[in-house]
Every structure is written in structure tokens, then in C-alpha cells.
């Protein structure tokens, strides 16, 4: 298996695991509904980005259209964690 292969393979595998562990980990009554569901916004973020960036090509893709992807994520996360806290 080559490094591209392999380098996928464990985005995916984090993916996969995080989604297990915001939706049951932060569904569990030992978390007050705010900061369960803030950590939950927070890891979807982290999520996309990762998506963005290993399965979009982001990347490898130049320096302008990386800090516009690194600036629609902060953009948009911040705007609905913001609209939640309100």
C-alpha cells in the first residue's frame, strides 16, 4: 500500500471514528447540552476540513485557494456556533 493509500485510509478512519465517538461520547447525560453540542460543531469543522483538504485536493492546490478554504471553514463555523450561542 503506498503513502497516498495509506494517508486516506486514516483521514477516513479518523472520520469515521469521530463521528462515532461526537455522536454517542456527547450524547451521554454526563454532558450539559451547551458544551456537548459546541464540541460537536467544533468536530463537524474539524471534519470538513479534512475533507477539504484530503478529498477535495485542497492541499495540493495553491496557497490563495488554501486560505480561502481555511477562511470559508473558520467563516461558516464561526457564524453557526455564533447563531447557536445567541
Given amino acids: 500500500m503506498n503513502t ?3 494517508s486516506v485510509l486514516a483521514v477516513w478512519l479518523l ?3 469521530s463521528t462515532a465517538a461526537s455522536t454517542w461520547w456527547f450524547s451521554q447525560p454526563a454532558f450539559s ?3 456537548g453540542t459546541l ?3 467544533v468536530i463537524a469543522a474539524i471534519k470538513v476540513g479534512l475533507v477539504m483538504s484530503h478529498f477535495m485536493e485542497l ?3 495553491p496557497r490563495p485557494w488554501q486560505f480561502a478554504g481555511a477562511l470559508w471553514l473558520l467563516a461558516t ?3 453557526v456556533i455564533g447563531l447557536y450561542l445567541r
Wanted: hydrophobic share 60%; no cysteine; glycine share 12%.
Fill in 15 to 17: 472520520l469515521m471514528l
Fill in 4 to 6: 497516498t493509500v495509506r
Fill in 39 to 41: 464540541a460537536v460543531m
Fill in 77 to 79: 463555523a464561526g457564524a
Fill in 33 to 35: 447540552p451547551v458544551p
Fill in 59 to 61: 492541499r495540493g492546490a
